[in-house]
């Protein structure tokens, strides 16, 4: 796993899971954390417990959602910790021992840590929910349970890069129409008419549009780094059936 040590503070506790350490196998190999993948469930079970495990934590401290690419933030409380399932993209909590989970493999997730208020977020940010409002709802989420913005911090975890993010001629009007400072995150592709998109870059500016000075990146893309990353993309690429998702995770010790 990997851990941004600037973000890394008494209290609270953050891993980015490489694919690495795990029990899957084929195109899974070996962390798959996944349960909306078509990965044996016990086997993506069992690797969700050896992920906790590393943290020292038992499996049942993971809490993860149902991933729409929508805006829905979710904070869970006493009330709701037992709940089977939450739908959305965003999860908050106050509640030690929760390690709220996100599950990637090319959008973007992103660590919220409040370690003045004791409040913690948990965002999954692909282009649709960056531009949609995710981080602005895990960040209001976390203010509404007392976090203060500027004692919040964030951490950028692995994600496909400016050099492998490859979109379409029609993909950059979204953001042009939402802000044409956007402009700035499209690079010439060498194929005619298409851009090659800067994800972790517009996230932070986003984040920092809400209020928040320190925005940190653990700059790993997920497409070119094939030993440590599972990748939509890369699997697209390889005409593979499906694919594993990375889990990256908070928790407030």
Same mark, same amino acid.
């Given at each position: 796993?990997?851990? *941004?040590?600037?973000?890394?503070? =008494? /209290?609270? @506790?953050? $891993?980015?899971?490489?694919?690495?350490?795990?029990?899957s196998s +084929? #195109?899974?190999?070996?962390?798959?954390?996944?349960?909306?993948?078509?990965?044996?469930?016990?086997?993506?079970?069992?690797?969700?417990?050896?992920?906790?495990?590393?943290?020292?934590?038992?499996?049942?401290?993971?809490?993860?959602?149902?991933?729409?690419?929508?805006?829905?933030?979710?904070?869970?409380?006493?009330?709701?910790?037992?709940?089977?399932?939450?739908?959305?993209?965003?999860?908050?909590?106050?509640?030690?021992?929760?390690?709220?989970?996100?599950?990637?493999?090319?959008?973007?997730?992103?660590?919220?840590?409040?370690?003045?208020?004791? *409040?913690?977020?948990?965002?999954? =940010? /692909?282009? @649709?929910? $960056?531009?949609?409002?995710?981080?602005?709802?895990?960040?209001? +989420? #976390?203010?509404?349970?007392?976090?203060?913005?500027?004692?919040?911090?964030?951490?950028?975890?692995?994600?496909?890069?400016?050099?492998?993010?490859?979109?379409?001629?029609?993909?950059?009007?979204?953001?042009?129409?939402?802000?044409?400072?956007?402009?700035?995150?499209?690079?010439?592709?060498?194929?005619?008419?298409?851009?090659?998109?800067?994800?972790?870059?517009?996230?932070?500016?986003?984040?920092?549009?809400?209020?928040?000075?320190?925005?940190?990146?653990?700059?790993?893309?997920?497409?070119?780094?094939?030993?440590?990353f599972y990748?939509?993309?890369?699997?697209?690429?390889?005409?593979?059936?499906?694919?594993?998702?990375?889990?990256?995770?908070?928790?407030?010790?």
């Amino acid at each position: 796993m990997f851990q *941004i040590e600037q973000f890394s503070g =008494a /209290g609270i @506790k953050h $891993a980015f899971f490489t694919r690495q350490g795990g029990m899957s196998s +084929g #195109m899974y190999q070996s962390l798959n954390c996944g349960t909306g993948s078509k990965d044996n469930k016990e086997t993506v079970l069992n690797n969700r417990a050896k992920a906790m495990a590393a943290l020292s934590l038992p499996s049942g401290a993971l809490v993860t959602c149902h991933q729409t690419h929508s805006s829905e933030a979710i904070t869970i409380t006493n009330e709701n910790r037992n709940q089977s399932i939450y739908v959305g993209d965003g999860l908050i909590t106050n509640i030690p021992k929760v390690a709220l989970g996100i599950l990637t493999a090319d959008c973007s997730p992103v660590l919220f840590a409040d370690r003045k208020n004791n *409040i913690i977020g948990a965002a999954h =940010a /692909g282009w @649709k929910g $960056a531009i949609g409002g995710i981080l602005e709802s895990t960040v209001s +989420g #976390m203010m509404q349970q007392g976090a203060q913005i500027d004692e919040i911090s964030c951490a950028i975890g692995p994600t496909i890069g400016p050099l492998s993010y490859e979109v379409g001629p029609e993909f950059p009007k979204t953001f042009l129409d939402s802000d044409p400072g956007n402009v700035k995150y499209f690079k010439p592709s060498k194929q005619k008419n298409h851009f090659m998109f800067d994800l972790p870059s517009f996230i932070e500016s986003r984040l920092s549009k809400i209020g928040i000075e320190k925005i940190l990146q653990l700059e790993r893309d997920t497409y070119q780094d094939t030993k440590n990353f599972y990748s939509y993309r890369r699997s697209c690429h390889n005409a593979e059936e499906d694919y594993g998702r990375l889990l990256s995770t908070i928790v407030i010790l």
